[in-house]
């Protein structure tokens, strides 16, 4: 029993102790880093490449389509040629050009 009051059984706890705090700190910088480098990617990315549509739907998208504006996309590279429409939920929608639904929406 004698031996816990060894010195080093006394400055056991403090150095534990220092390594939790360390390691706490550790975790919490690196969730910052974290999050602060996929925010930043977030926003840069669409400065880099401005986003566009690579793909379309043929389906009859009708209910989904809100607003009276669509913007018009020319192919170029990856992109395809399409009609993006907002959406209910603040996203935009690639439409095929010459889908009936897509005609039917873009003349009223
Ligand atoms: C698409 O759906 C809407 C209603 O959801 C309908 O009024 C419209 O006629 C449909 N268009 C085509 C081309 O099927």
């Known amino acids: 029993m004698n ?11 403090p150095v534990k ?8 700190t ?5 969730m910052c880093v974290c999050c602060h480098s996929s925010e930043g990617t977030r926003h840069r990315h669409p400065g880099l ?12 998208k009708t209910a989904d ?3 009276e504006t669509y913007r018009e996309q ?3 590279g990856s992109c395809v040629k399409a009609i993006i429409f ?14 009936q639904w897509v005609k ?3 003349s009223c």
């Open 74 to 76: 020319a192919a170029s």
């Open 49 to 60: 490449k401005p986003p566009c549509c690579v793909d379309i739907t043929k389906g009859n």
């Open 65 to 67: 389509v809100v607003g």
């Open 26 to 30: 550790l975790l919490l910088l690196s």
């Open 3 to 13: 031996f816990l009051l060894q010195p080093d059984q006394q400055i056991g706890p």
């Open 86 to 99: 907002n959406t209910k939920d603040r996203k935009q929608l690639c439409a095929d050009p010459d889908a």
């Open 17 to 24: 102790m220092s390594v939790k705090i360390l390691s706490i």
């Open 104 to 106: 039917d929406r873009k």
